[in-house]
């Protein structure tokens, strides 16, 4: 297992358009993260998964946002309709549910630019 | 206020230097967090806290509960350690997730 992988590292697309992300957690981590950072900032919660089911979901998530993990093991986040404000780099972590007394590992993360 | 503040902000340091990083939170936590970030974004866990002190290396990070309060320590800097470091708390009624502080710039100069 390489850790938490992230797909692309990086993505330019014009506003208006629609991009998809992928994370591909730590296979035995049933807990999977989006986190969104902005330049100089740090990491905001946008959502978290347990398996398949999502179980919470940040303000921040506008109707544009939507995130998925069908089979409870690799996660997509789409934001449809991008705007500049959406440039960010958007991150994915996972843990073991219970056991985040061990820790989260988190992607390289995918760096988004909305031009 | 965000629930959790990190100072400084920005921190410069002469190879050899110690620094010290501190991080203060509003809210009753289950676990703090250390974690380092390089330009290239990924995020690497430093340390994990729920009272007392941790030592990795070079690395200290020590936690007063009763405080809310949290400092990672560096011994004899390098340039290498140059990184982003930030500090996340998961509350006791937050789930699973993190909170995080904005993270401090350190760069040390040879």
């Known amino acids: 297992d390489t850790g938490v992988s992230q797909d692309p590292r990086h993505k330019i697309t014009k506003r208006g358009q629609n991009v998809t992300f992928r994370c591909d957690p730590i296979?035995?981590?049933?807990?999977l993260y989006w986190y969104r950072q902005t330049l100089g900032q740090g990491p905001e919660f946008l959502t978290y998964?347990?398996?398949?089911?999502?179980?919470?979901k940040s303000r921040l998530l506008s109707d544009r946002f939507s995130a998925e993990r069908p089979k409870g093991s690799f996660s997509t986040l789409e934001i449809q309709r991008t705007e500049q404000g959406d440039s960010a780099m958007y991150l994915c972590a996972s843990s073991l549910a219970g056991g985040e007394a061990y820790g989260y590992t988190f992607g390289s993360g995918t760096r988004l630019t909305v031009v | 206020k965000n629930e959790v503040e990190q100072s400084p902000q920005n921190l410069t340091a002469q190879e050899g230097e110690f620094i010290t990083i501190n991080c203060s939170y509003s809210v009753g936590i289950s676990a703090l967090h250390w974690l380092q970030q390089h330009p290239g974004g990924g995020i690497v866990s430093l340390f994990m806290l729920s009272s007392g002190k941790k030592k990795h290396g070079r690395l200290i990070a020590t936690i007063n509960i009763q405080e809310k309060h949290s400092s990672l320590h560096i011994t004899a800097s390098h340039p290498r350690d140059s990184a982003v470091y930030i500090c996340?708390?998961?509350?006791?009624?937050?789930?699973?997730?993190?909170?995080f502080g904005e993270g401090t710039q350190l760069t040390v100069n040879p």
């Open positions: 996340a708390v998961r509350s006791k009624t937050s789930g699973s997730r993190l909170t």
């Open positions: 998964f347990q398996n398949e089911a999502q179980l919470e």
């Open positions: 296979s035995e981590h049933n807990r």
